[in-house]
């Protein structure tokens, strides 16, 4: 259940008040149908969204743009960065099922526990995202004078090169770390939504 994201950055010089990462979401979806777990499973091999790092279909994905405007001071014989904004634009696309009318309720149960699994699991991207986001400004705002404002432009590209490899990497160990735990985490989730539907909390 890898679900690889889909970066790029940007750097553009304008005045700005200050302020903190901040994130853009968006969501889309895809229908799936199928009577049985083989159909869903088939479902989403053949229909799940395509991502280029892997070259294949996944249950769901993330595809994230970082945005970066900075601000520039000049002075006699330097050029310093006084504010850097990040903005974290992200489309989360995720899968819908187009429920049967007489749905198998365990077949019902297993896909609400996996559609949610699914969502948390993107929403994770975008909190990773937004840590870096945040990181990204914290460090080109610590950057200090340079001789120029030329210079500190070329200096601002290979911060954020750098700050965004971190970032990449973060998001790549998260895959794996999730495909790995990932039908232990399910079953526990399972397990726990029986819990909740014989205790009358949710609705199967």
Not at 40 to 51: A, D, K, M
Not at 91 to 114: F, G, S, Y
Not at 161 to 187: P, T, Y
Request: aromatic letters at 6%; a positive charge.
């Amino acid at each position: 259940m890898k679900r690889a994201v889909l970066t790029a950055a940007t750097i553009a010089c304008m005045a700005m008040p200050a302020g903190a990462a901040s994130v853009s979401k968006s969501y889309s979806y895809f229908s799936i149908h199928g009577n049985t777990l083989d159909d869903i499973e088939e479902q989403l091999s053949q229909r799940g969204p395509h991502v280029n790092t892997s070259g294949n279909r996944h249950p769901g994905a993330t595809r994230m743009q970082f945005t970066t405007k900075l601000a520039y001071a000049q002075g006699e014989g330097f050029c310093r960065i006084v504010d850097a904004r990040t903005t974290v634009s992200a489309k989360l696309i995720l899968p819908r099922w187009r429920k049967p009318r007489k749905a198998d309720p365990d077949v019902k149960l297993i896909w609400d526990t996996l559609s949610a699994d699914i969502k948390r699991h993107e929403e994770s991207h975008v909190v990773i995202a937004k840590n870096y986001a945040a990181e990204l400004e914290k460090s080109l705002k610590a950057m200090g004078k340079q001789k120029n404002c030329q210079i500190a432009a070329t200096k601002a590209k290979e911060i954020t090169a750098k700050v965004l490899a971190r970032h990449d990497r973060a998001q790549a160990d998260f895959d794996r770390v999730e495909g790995k735990n990932f039908e232990s985490r399910i079953l526990r989730l399972l397990k726990y939504r029986l819990e909740q539907m014989k205790a009358g909390r949710i609705r199967g």
